[in-house]
């Protein structure tokens, strides 16, 4: 085993023979420390000479095996559960409940008889005990704790207990004893991943590892470490609020658009009973500035409720503050908006924010945020009885959007009464009959003729 030093760059991986301020990959500063790394010289130089490559036919196919984790939200994310020989990911804010969820997992699996092995380089075994209890009274057998952090250790132990599931709270605590670096660091995070991926695969269990995130809201760590893994889970939430959004980033055996809604109880991360409903004030009055918007996200519609508040600037720049709205699209809209409404908004400050922790990232919600824009700024109200949905375009012109009647089901299903669609799409539903279906192509036939007819509505 050879040793050289390196210097690697925290933020990207990098590395150089030399100390450098700024990471030319990734042009941030101060991010290279001194680290020594394994040269794999002999594995380089040698190989299997009998490895030989076949054609894709004569490949032998194995049907891919699901473990079902008990907890349905999950598995739903997952695809159809926890995948034979796969590594999964799981990332989130401090505080947001990573280790209450794998906890959850453990002792759903094990009830089903599968041995799982909880590694926590974070909290004593007796911390997660009484975790543990506070989650289920009854601890079944076949869960195996063990509080460590020196990853060969770690994988002696995943010899001695042989789990089918694995567990790990968190890669960038661990370290492995062949590496100098301090745990955390971009090669230790890199070497003790691989290790474990590695074991997975050969053994073909399951494993999820827990990685922090960063304050820009990435896992922490080398990117290659994303590349590495088969599924990259988010959870996310606003901790003023107890609900949680299970998203997942990345999906090497299902699709990434199907996300997981959970509620911090006493008892753990439960499922919410009514997700259609989670995200919307439906007791309040409607006030001004506030819209619905039936949200499409994966197999379901979630009614999501969009505030704005515009006011005039007192003077310098325009104040712009957006909670769960992409800034960049937002200010497009706003931009958008001023030129083809005239509505000066250069000179208002604006803050939106969509209610309940949620993130919006499907250019569906555009229309909702425009008129909660408008609404706001006029002073008018939209009633809360009735959905507003559709893609604005930089010309104002109302862009088609997915899955429309599955929204006007779901509208017409939680008591609504109308709904703003774009023009282009076509409506199959027999659910128009019952609804208002206003239809647009414009966003100025939203600010001269939606409002008169909402107010007809409410009326
Ligand atoms: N008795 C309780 N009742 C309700 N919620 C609780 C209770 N105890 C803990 N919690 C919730 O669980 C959260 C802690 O969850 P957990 O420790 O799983 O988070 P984590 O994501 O693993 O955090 P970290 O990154 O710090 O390890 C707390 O923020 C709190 O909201
Ligand atoms: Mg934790």
């Not at 075994?125 to 076949?142: F, G, H, M, V």
């Not at 820009?216 to 290659?224: C, E, M, S, T």
Request: hydrophobic fraction near 35%; include cysteine.
């Amino acid at each position: 085993m050879q040793k050289a030093a390196l210097y690697e760059c925290q933020s990207c991986g990098s590395r150089y023979p030399k100390w450098k301020g700024q990471c030319e990959a990734c042009g941030e500063w101060n991010t290279l420390i001194e680290t020594q790394e394994i040269k794999e010289n002999k594995l380089k130089n040698s190989y299997n000479k009998d490895t030989k490559s076949q054609t894709l036919a004569d490949v032998e196919h194995e049907d891919i095996l699901y473990y079902k984790t008990g907890i349905t939200e999950l598995d739903n994310v997952l695809g159809k559960g926890l995948v034979k020989g796969s590594m999964v990911l799981l990332g989130g804010e401090p505080g947001i409940g990573k280790s209450t969820l794998s906890l959850q997992v453990c002792q759903e699996c094990a009830q089903q008889g599968l041995t799982v092995l909880y590694i926590s380089s974070e909290e004593s075994e007796s911390q997660i005990k009484s975790r543990a209890l506070r989650l289920d009274n009854e601890i079944p057998e076949n869960v195996w704790v063990f509080s460590q952090t020196n990853m060969m250790a770690i994988m002696k132990e995943c010899e001695r207990i042989n789990p089918d599931i694995i567990l790990l709270d968190s890669i960038q605590v661990v370290n492995h004893p062949e590496l100098t670096s301090l745990e955390g660091t971009v090669s230790q995070v890199r070497y003790c991943a691989t290790t474990l991926i590695n074991w997975v695969k050969t053994y073909n269990k399951s494993a999820i590892m827990i990685g922090h995130i960063t304050k820009d809201g990435q896992i922490a760590g080398p990117k290659v470490l994303e590349h590495l893994v088969d599924t990259i889970l988010y959870l996310e939430g606003d901790r003023h609020f107890n609900n949680r959004i299970l998203r997942c980033h990345k999906n090497r055996y299902g699709s990434t658009d199907h996300i997981g809604l959970f509620e911090m109880k006493e008892k753990g991360l439960k499922a919410i009973k009514d997700p259609s409903q989670a995200f919307i004030e439906t007791s309040q009055d409607s006030t001004p500035g506030s819209v619905i918007v039936p949200y499409s996200q994966g197999n379901r519609i979630i009614l999501l409720e969009i505030q704005a508040l515009v006011i005039e600037s007192g003077y310098g720049m325009a104040k712009r503050n957006f909670v769960g709205i992409n800034p960049n699209r937002a200010n497009l809209l706003i931009a958008a908006l001023d030129k083809l409404c005239h509505l000066k908004l250069s000179a208002h400050d604006i803050f939106l924010t969509v209610l309940g922790g949620f993130s919006i990232t499907d250019p569906s919600a555009d229309l909702a945020i425009a008129v909660a824009i408008i609404s706001s700024l006029k002073q008018q109200v939209v009633t809360n009885r009735i959905g507003i949905c559709g893609e604005v375009g930089l010309t104002g012109e109302i862009r088609p959007i997915s899955h429309v009647d599955k929204r006007i089901i779901e509208l017409n299903k939680c008591g609504f009464k109308g709904v703003i669609v774009p023009k282009k799409n076509i409506i199959t539903t027999s659910d128009k009959s019952t609804m208002n279906v206003i239809q647009v192509s414009y966003i100025n036939d939203v600010l001269e003729h939606s409002f008169k007819r909402l107010s007809k509505i409410h009326a």
